[in-house]
């Protein structure tokens, strides 16, 4: 056993770090989520949900895929090439300031003519470019295996927000919980930019824009880009449906599940994100016989662990709804609940797969296409089966998309790392 810890003892360290980063963070929004849920009415919370996940479709917009692209080449980049680094975030940042503020001025004239509440979008708009700053800033730091100081910028940043949380809604209700997301995100990206500047300075090289390093993470952010958007198309973007066609209710049931369940889907995104760094120096060392054994064994382990993980999070969601927020306790809540702790064991295995292999390796560009053939199929299915089972053939669209996705994406990698394989077994014979 210690032979095995001193081994893989910066991957346990990193794991832990790691964790107790995302678990502050996502831990935060998830005790915002149960406030916001106990302090509004069932119907203003989903009006917030309705107008939050329009805002996270402009998010990614602006982001498309940049902050994915550069955890992967600040990985790369630090085994390879440590001077490109702080290149590299400069260059993301100024595109990334550009992008948004042209999304940020075009919905800010056209939304008032599609949204009833547009006071409460203008609180959101500035979330267009923090959400993705926070995340390109995370991408970086996990690209160096920098999950330490991570930790300490979520810890800081919950300490700092957490009161001003609670008496911006008890004060100010549904527009309250718009400036406290605000408010955290803004307060997030001050700390990264201040920790970042403090650490590493002019530790690796000059800050300049590189138009070379720009269009290397532009060509690959472009599939991860579309690949993001089209995953929203048939996860988040649920609720928009759902929304639109007035299911406010049902609206409000789905966050709630989302955020338990993003709170049970910690521990793989946070294997994933550690294992990538390694995954990528691996993959880099041309040794796909290798490679192709950790992929098969962390796929065994991570389905064991997605079916113990949703069996558990369905009897704790239903015990924690039905003792402390019973004005959720429906009939309606339950099957979105019982269809989400299915689609659970899908969601936690993909995530293991994909950010710590696919995306790790460059072939992010697998996902692109494929994904948004299935987002188109799910908007159409879903208006479809809305017709004629409401909000609940929205639901069953979203389960069966997911699923659809997931096969036709790991079929092809997986056949492909096994075909490098073979390839390389047969020239060394």
């Known amino acids: 056993m210690m032979r095995f810890y001193k081994k893989n003892k910066v ?31 069932v119907d203003d919370f989903g009006k917030f949900t309705y107008y939050f996940t329009t805002i996270l479709l402009l998010t990614m917009l602006s982001d498309f895929g940049l902050s994915s692209a550069i955890s992967k080449y600040t990985a790369e980049y630090n085994y390879k090439d440590k001077q490109k680094i702080n290149s590299l975030t400069t260059s993301s940042l100024v595109l990334l300031a550009a992008i948004s503020i042209i999304i940020i001025v075009f919905s800010g004239l056209i939304g008032s003519y599609f949204l009833e509440d547009s006071q409460l979008m203008y609180i959101l708009l500035p979330l267009v470019f923090l959400v993705p700053a926070t995340s390109v800033f995370d991408g970086i730091f996990r690209g160096l295996e920098n999950f330490k100081t991570l930790t300490k910028i979520s810890s800081l940043t919950t300490i700092l927000s957490i009161l001003p949380f609670y008496w911006s809604i ?9 400036w406290a997301y ?21 530790k690796f090289g000059e800050f300049n ?10 060509n690959y952010s472009y599939y991860l880009g579309l690949a993001a958007l089209s995953y929203f198309m048939f996860s988040r973007f649920t609720i ?16 709630l599940i989302s955020r338990f369940e993003a709170i049970f889907l910690l521990p793989f995104f946070i294997a994933g994100h550690v294992f990538a760094p390694k995954i990528t120096a691996l993959y880099a060392k041309e040794k796909p016989g290798k490679f192709y054994k950790v992929l098969k064994k962390t796929r065994n382990y991570t389905l064991l662990s997605s079916i113990t993980s949703a069996i558990i999070f369905l009897g704790i969601v239903l015990i924690v709804i039905q003792f ?21 064991i899908i969601k936690s295995y993909s995530v293991v797969i994909d950010f710590g292999f696919v995306i790790s390796t460059g072939y992010g560009h697998l996902m692109a296409y494929r994904y948004l ?43 492909l790392i096994k075909y490098q394989s073979k390839v390389q077994k047969h020239k060394l014979s």
């Open 209 to 218: 824009f590189n138009v070379y390093i720009t269009r290397q993470v532009l």
């Open 182 to 202: 605000l408010i955290f995100y803004f307060l997030l990206l001050c700390l990264t930019v201040i920790f970042y500047a403090h650490i590493n300075g002019k």
């Open 373 to 415: 053939i299935i987002a188109v199929i799910n908007i159409a299915l879903s208006l479809l089966l809305n017709n004629y089972l409401g909000y609940l053939g929205i639901i069953i669209s979203m389960f069966f998309c997911h699923i659809l996705m997931t096969l036709s994406l790991h079929l092809k990698f997986f056949n």
């Open 324 to 344: 402390y927020f019973g004005n959720y306790d429906t009939p309606s809540f339950r099957i979105i609940l019982l269809i989400e702790s299915f689609l659970f």
């Open 11 to 41: 991957i346990f360290h990193n794991f832990i770090w790691r964790g107790l980063q995302i678990a502050s963070k996502q831990g935060t929004l998830f005790i915002f989520t149960l406030i916001a849920a106990k302090l509004l009415s």
């Open 170 to 178: 008890k004060s100010f209700g549904v527009s309250g919980l718009a």
């Open 240 to 255: 928009i449906l759902m929304g639109h066609f007035g299911f406010i209710e049902q609206v409000a049931y789905y966050e």
